[in-house]
């Protein structure tokens, strides 16, 4: 599971850039980097990482603003952002950057048992999220098939075929099938085995 997740730690650091992906691939993560908001912004729109590590400050410009383009990017699809920092650590900066658009706040330091916590976390939620997206999805597909079951279907009067909404006519069975779940096993009502099978007495106990 922890590998289809991707996270991007962005961070000016070369020392605390490489310590942090280190751990986190150790937890079985897939990791990406960038060290400028430059390359940040161009990897989230390539990548689309599922979580981003995001250093506050960075050389070229801040972190709070950088959070601020990739919630507003469609581009860099819309993962979750979490700020991290050694320096603004205060309060207010903190609330500063949740109200950015920041999904968490992390001060540095902070060791590596509490920075993987947060981050299975976050992925908790973001699972939780996708299996709820996911159940949409079928409800309402579910529910287009119901509304086009309920409406009103041409059927011949002769050979009870369907006609479809592409002006296709097909066996009554087909139809059902292939816009609900229903599958058909054979049976034979009691007059057509009297109709067709009187010798057998199928209904008679």
């Known amino acids: ?27 079985g993560y897939t990791v990406m980097e960038a060290s400028t908001g ?12 599922d979580i981003i590590l995001l250093d506050v400050v960075l050389p070229d410009i801040m972190g709070t603003e950088l959070c601020r383009q990739i919630k507003a990017d469609p581009r860099a699809g819309g993962g979750y952002v979490l700020l991290t920092s050694g320096m603004k650590t205060a309060s207010d900066q903190q609330a500063d950057g949740l ?3 920041a999904d968490g706040y992390i ?6 048992r509490e920075l993987i916590a947060r981050i299975n976390a976050m992925v908790r939620i973001l699972t939780a999220e996708r299996e709820r997206d996911q159940v949409i999805e079928e409800l309402r597909q579910a529910l287009a098939k119901i509304k086009q079951l309920s409406a009103l279907l041409p059927i011949c009067m002769h050979c009870k075929k369907i006609r479809d909404d592409k002006g296709y006519w097909s066996e009554i069975e087909t139809y059902i099938r292939e816009n609900t779940d229903t599958e058909f096993s054979h049976s034979i009502c009691r007059e057509c085995a009297q109709k067709h099978y009187p010798e057998l007495n199928l209904f008679d106990p």
């Not at 590998?3 to 961070?11: A, E």
Request: charged fraction near 30%; glycine fraction near 2%; aromatic fraction near 2%.
């Open 99 to 101: 109200d950015a658009g």
């Open 1 to 27: 599971m922890t590998q289809q997740i991707k996270i991007m730690i962005v961070d000016d650091d070369p020392d605390v850039l490489f310590a942090t992906t280190r751990l986190v691939k150790k937890a």
């Open 107 to 112: 001060a540095r330091p902070v060791s590596n």
């Open 38 to 49: 430059e390359a940040a912004i161009k990897t989230a729109r390539d990548q689309k990482p």
